[in-house]
């Protein structure tokens, strides 16, 4: 996760990134796995393999949004569990709550 950020954000955003997290009301980095059960559900729902076990650990965490970039990212896949967002819908979100 640190890799990506460090990445994909500046030193300014990676600060407010940051600063969020430290005002958060709950922040939890977890690595559940999900049930294999979950993740032939979600192949059959149309998600590639790979795709599966992520939407099958997020399920499993109760994430309620994704923020993702890649515009395609299982947008083929009915009725998911959370919501996928692009950072600007979060910032927008977070600017008028």
Not at 15 to 29: K, P, Q, S, W
Not at 36 to 49: F, L
Not at 60 to 89: D, I, K, W, Y
Request: proline share 3%.
């Amino acid at each position: 996760m640190l890799i990506e950020l460090h990445r994909n954000l500046s030193r300014g955003e990676l600060r407010r990134v940051f600063g969020a997290l430290e005002t958060a009301r709950e922040c939890r980095i977890d690595y559940l796995s999900g049930e294999p059960v979950r993740v032939t559900y979600w192949e059959q729902s149309g998600a590639k393999k790979g795709d599966a076990v992520i939407v099958a650990q997020l399920e499993a965490a109760g994430v309620r949004f994704l923020v993702s970039e890649n515009r395609h990212f299982l947008s083929e896949v009915r009725g998911l569990p959370f919501e996928v967002l692009t950072s600007e819908q979060v910032l927008q979100i977070l600017k008028n709550p």
